[in-house]
């Protein structure tokens, strides 16, 4: 309900910008949490928060993995949504699984541990992922993916779990754990609250935090990025309609299950952005490897009473932003010379 208080985490980050930006569009209050003092500065400055001023308020917390890290911060909380999570830094170096789990999992038990000594918390929504109902041969074989709104969080990802692995699988599997625990949590402790997922695809488009253009290669945005700037990525999956009513993709593709690809980037930049292909700001020559994914996203829209973006439009959406920032620091450049 509007003019509630909302805890928000993750409030630096591509879709915890966005969570509190649309939540104090939409009337709440929010208290969002970040690590650094200079981060809420910079929150606090954008065009989307700025007008919100006296509706929004900041959590200094540098290590959310301390034990109790929230418990000071749920006074008078309604809603808590839980968007923080450990991001990995290369898809191709292997990195010890355990240790890098071991913080999304511990960020999702000490959020659901707060909630529970905070009687006013109605509800905890937690940002999970669709990789999360995702086997092992899925992540890693050939075939397509088909889930059904059955689908259980993925078992053998961690049956036994791989000592290394490279950065998505370790994310993966970093977020199959916080699933599994999120699960036993509400089973065995029955708490006040109710718990709600939100499985994401992959998020891309515009992040308003960046100031320069390298800062949208990174996370999510490197996907339809790589086919344009010579990176080449491991498999991500794209997803078209089915059966699975648990999901929110970023984009939907309900009319056209074989509406794209990733690297139809390209095609996009050159049909949206005449001349800017043979101008040189992208050298292309990347590419990402694909797999489909059954998903079927038209009763998220039906719940949330909105339309998600086509691939087309998010990738129009993330290339104006690189290229206006990218064009801003050219003529930064020149001037200074």
């Known amino acids: 309900m509007a003019g509630e208080l909302l805890l928000i985490t993750g409030v630096s980050g591509h879709v915890g910008f966005r969570v509190l930006a649309e939540a104090l569009q939409a009337g709440y209050r929010a208290r969002a949490v970040v690590r650094r003092a200079e981060q809420a500065t910079k929150i ?17 917390i540098p290590d959310l993995s301390v034990d109790g890290a929230f418990d000071a911060h749920t006074n008078g909380v309604s809603y808590i949504l839980h968007v923080a999570a450990q991001q990995f830094t290369s898809v191709d170096v292997p990195i010890d699984v355990a240790e890098f789990a071991k913080s999304n999992i511990k960020f999702t038990e000490n959020i659901l541990e707060a909630a529970a000594k905070a009687p006013s918390v109605k509800r905890v929504l937690i940002t999970s992922s669709v990789t999360t109902l995702f ?117 939907n593709t309900a009319t056209n299950p074989d509406a794209f690809t990733w690297d139809d980037s390209i095609e996009i930049v050159k049909k949206h952005f005449p001349g800017v292909i043979e101008s040189g700001a992208f050298p292309l020559g990347g590419t990402v490897p694909k797999r489909k994914c059954l998903v079927d996203s038209s009763e998220d829209e039906k719940v949330l009473g909105l339309k998600f973006k086509t691939y087309e439009e998010a990738v129009v959406d993330l290339i104006t932003q690189f290229l206006t920032l990218a064009q801003a620091a050219q003529a930064a450049a020149a001037a200074s010379a």
């Open 44 to 60: 606090k400055a954008t065009k989307s928060i700025s007008p919100y001023a006296d509706k929004v308020e900041f959590a200094v």
């Open 135 to 251: 086997t092992g041969e899925g992540l890693q074989g050939d075939s397509d993916l088909v889930l059904s709104w059955k689908s259980e969080v993925a078992k053998d990802l961690i049956s036994p779990a791989p000592e290394k692995a490279v950065g998505p699988i370790a994310y993966v599997i970093s977020k199959v754990l916080s699933a599994k625990l999120v699960e036993k949590f509400v089973e065995e402790r029955k708490p006040h609250f109710t718990v709600a997922s939100i499985l994401l695809g992959t998020t891309i488009g515009r992040f308003e935090l960046a100031s320069e253009s390298k800062e949208l290669v990174s996370g999510s945005n490197i996907v339809p990025l790589a086919p344009l700037l010579v990176a080449h990525q491991g498999p991500h999956h794209r997803h078209r309609p089915g059966t699975v009513r648990k999901i929110v993709p970023v984009y």
